[in-house]
């Protein structure tokens, strides 16, 4: 049975924590309805995709691991464990990069920038499309032999660990910054400022960013705004995850050349929704606006009981995923994006907004 059928209730909860504890603090401004619903319905939209794409991940890595490993692993030598983790987030930091300065992989990563919050939920805004890729940059660790059951439980520490440091609320941690992934540091990865861009890609250790020149602190006389340069401009968890794809088949669509068609896919995703285009006048924080629709007390109402709704539905899946087909458990997992892909789009439809919040 998935450990995420008891990992979800307690990011809600903590979810719920960090929410009372910022009103709390006078800092109300840290949650927005809409876009939490948004990072939350996207964080379960990951995860009626990634039930079968972490499968998938984990089948092409114990091929690799039976047919390339190298050594055998003692699992019971608490060492192996701290090896093997290390490695891991070694290879995570890549695997960010490429997601960051690979246009392909930008498609599949961007969903998780596309929120111009910061916070708790913010974090739950996961990509539904990595696995088809990620999985490949952890060939060191099946080279070595690390076993699966390894490989398995520090990619879950691993993602876990990354959960609470998207919080507004810890400041700096002193000499942590320069070793840890930390809130603040990872404020700076998430910002869209010209500082900021490209910055802090470490899972759980930013030595990795220090090493290879990504690194930045986060400067006091500059406020970090969230986001990216060229938004979403969408409450649709499902377009959120696709939309980038779009982008580049259009660019490869129109291209000229092989060249250039190779470019628009593997090269940087500058001059699409990262970086502003050509010609473009330089970003100003002072003075953004982040993205905001008006929505009526029903829509409200309506955007919680879809989040409870899935929520539900996700942890039934999580029981029943064992004994359901691939053909169910994709039908289920369709009704579910479709289900959410509605919700999303409705906060845009004129009859909901009649009343402003």
């Not at 309805?33 to 972490?54: E, R």
């Not at 602190?217 to 060229?230: A, L, M, N, S, T």
């Not at 940087?268 to 905001?292: K, W």
């Not at 989040?307 to 579910?336: D, F, H, R, W």
Request: proline residues 5%; contains cysteine.
């Amino acid at each position: 049975m998935s450990p995420y059928l008891y990992i979800v209730p307690v990011f809600f909860v903590l979810i719920a924590i960090e929410y009372s504890l910022a009103r709390w603090r006078g800092r109300g401004d840290l949650y927005r309805f809409q876009d939490t619903v948004t990072s939350l319905n996207a964080g379960l939209v990951s995860q009626f995709i990634n039930i079968m794409g972490g499968a998938f991940s984990v089948f092409m890595y114990s091929i690799l691991v039976a047919q390339l490993g190298l050594f055998t692993w003692d699992a019971s030598n608490v060492w192996v464990w701290v090896f093997a983790l290390v490695l891991y987030d070694f290879c995570y930091y890549w695997v960010h990069r490429a997601g960051h300065e690979v246009n392909l992989f930008w498609a599949s990563h961007v969903i998780h920038h596309s929120s111009e919050d910061f916070n708790l939920a913010t974090a739950l805004r996961q990509s539904a499309t990595g696995f088809y890729f990620k999985w490949a940059f952890y060939f060191p660790l099946a080279l070595l032999g690390i076993p699966t059951k390894i490989f398995i439980v520090v990619a879950l520490i691993d993602l876990l660990y990354q959960y609470w440091v998207h919080t507004q609320l810890v400041g700096r941690m002193g000499i942590f910054e320069r070793f840890m992934v930390t809130p603040s540091n990872h404020r700076v990865h998430h910002g869209q400022n010209d500082y900021c861009i490209d910055k802090n890609y470490g899972g759980i250790f930013s030595i990795w960013d220090q090493l290879f020149g990504t690194y930045a602190d986060e400067r006091p006389d500059e406020k970090v705004i969230y986001g990216v340069r060229k938004p979403l401009r969408s409450w649709d968890p499902v377009w959120a995850n696709i939309q980038h794809y779009l982008v580049i088949a259009r660019f490869v669509g129109s291209a000229c050349s092989w060249r250039e068609k190779f470019a628009h896919v593997f090269g940087p995703p500058r001059g699409s929704l990262h970086l502003q285009s050509v010609g473009e006048p330089p970003f100003r924080a002072a003075e953004f606006v982040p993205f905001a629709t008006p929505y009526s007390p029903t829509m409200k109402i309506v955007g919680a009981i879809s989040t409870v709704i899935g929520t539900m539905m996700l942890m039934t899946l999580y029981v029943l995923e064992p004994t359901l087909s691939l053909l169910e458990n994709l039908a289920y997992s369709a009704v579910m994006l479709i289900f959410f892909s509605f919700i999303g789009r409705l906060w845009l439809h004129p009859k909901m907004m009649e009343t402003t919040r």
